[in-house]
């Protein structure tokens, strides 16, 4: 019996999403999931010219009705929740909308998202789901006083989620990245620190994924080397 491994990315239109969906394709078929159908397309399309399989969903996350309709009936076998949005004010200039929409797209998303994928995974024994975080996971800034917030929700919905099933077979991870050269949070211009790749990320979730069957890796933080120094010059 050949059974083909499924994994689905949140947010695979583009940045850190794509990138996952790129390297996982090398191992699964994979449905990437976000609003941007032709960027979705897009990813498709280069997915199948390096000789992989994968299917485009327009998906907004934080739409629980939509996400219950459209993930009804898929068996996944990896599932990653990257989507996410950030607004780096200082709480006083947060407007309600801004704070709801990360509350809605980075925490309450999980929620939606999980509960439609992993009674599947329960029933079968086995899955595994990653969560991008990040280092805003676990540090405080000035400006992070809602997208910081969420980060660390993040934090513990994982590691509770990961105590409730791992004896049914399903692993959870995070992937806490610090900052990736992606168009997050509107950024105009490139930084002056050197930054992570989006694929450096990609590379980190896939070593998450291929652990031995009972060995979990759990949380796993990913940096540059030296923020001061630019890439290529190490
Ligand atoms: N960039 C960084 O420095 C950094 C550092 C640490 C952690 N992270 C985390 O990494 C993840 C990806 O970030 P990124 O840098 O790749 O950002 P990005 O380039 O802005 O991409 C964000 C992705 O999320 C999707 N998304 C946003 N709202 C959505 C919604 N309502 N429904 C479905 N998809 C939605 C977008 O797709 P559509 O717009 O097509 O829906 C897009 O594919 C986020 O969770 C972020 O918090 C980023």
Known sequence: MSHESVALVTGASRGIGRAIALRLAEQH???????DEQALQALVADIEQRGGRAEAMALDVA?????????????????????????????????PAEWQRMMDVNVNALFHVTRALLPGMVARGRGHIVIIGSIAGRSAFVGGAGYATTKHAVMGFAENLMLEVRDAGVKVSVVSPGSVATDFSG???PRASAQLLADDVAAAVMSVVNTPPEV????VEVRILSPKRPRGTE
């Not at 309709?69 to 004010?89: I, Q």
């Not at 979990?216 to 949380?219: F, V």
């Open 29 to 35: 078929r994979v449905i990437g999931a976000a609003r």
């Open 63 to 95: 739409d629980p009705a939509q996400v219950a309709a459209r993930l009804e009936g898929h068996a996944v076998d990896v599932l990653v929740h990257n989507a996410g949005v950030g607004t780096m004010k200082p709480l006083l200039d947060l407007t």
């Open 187 to 189: 950024r105009a211009e």
């Open 216 to 219: 979990l890796m759990h949380r």
